[in-house]
């Protein structure tokens, strides 16, 4: 079989090692996956941050919010337990995708004050990790078969 081995660095000088299967999808379970623990953490983070909210904020932002981050964590498991390589990929960008808008959800929360700077970057910076693993994963999964 053929193996191979990614590393991504992260801030912090924390390394990031995949260890993929070439000659099967995606072998893999979601949650030894660094980039999926990180976002189910920042989901949990999330409900927690909208409890802090108006009440009023509750039902709009804050489900808005509560809503995308919990999604990303939701997009990678399915992607990962695809059949397909392009399938898999597809969900890894709705994930990416799910962590710009979280983003631009948190800045908007930053701007109405119902987070501090010190929070928001925290899940900014969880954000930016995210999106780094995920796009050395999938760029991995681009790269061609060895036979």
Known sequence: MNFLYVTVAQAGGITLRLYLNLHLNLKMSYPELRFWQKSRRMASGIYQLVQTFPEKEKQGLGQQLQETAVQIPTDI????????????????????????????????????????????????ESITACQKMMDAYVQSMKKPRQK
Not at 98 to 124: Q, R, V
């Open 77 to 124: 498991a399915i992607g990962v337990n695809g059949k397909y390589r392009e399938f898999a990929i597809r969900q890894f960008q709705s994930a990416k995708a799910h962590l710009y808008k979280l983003e631009t959800l948190l800045l908007i929360a930053e701007d109405l004050e119902y987070i501090g700077e010190e929070k928001l970057d925290e899940f900014l």
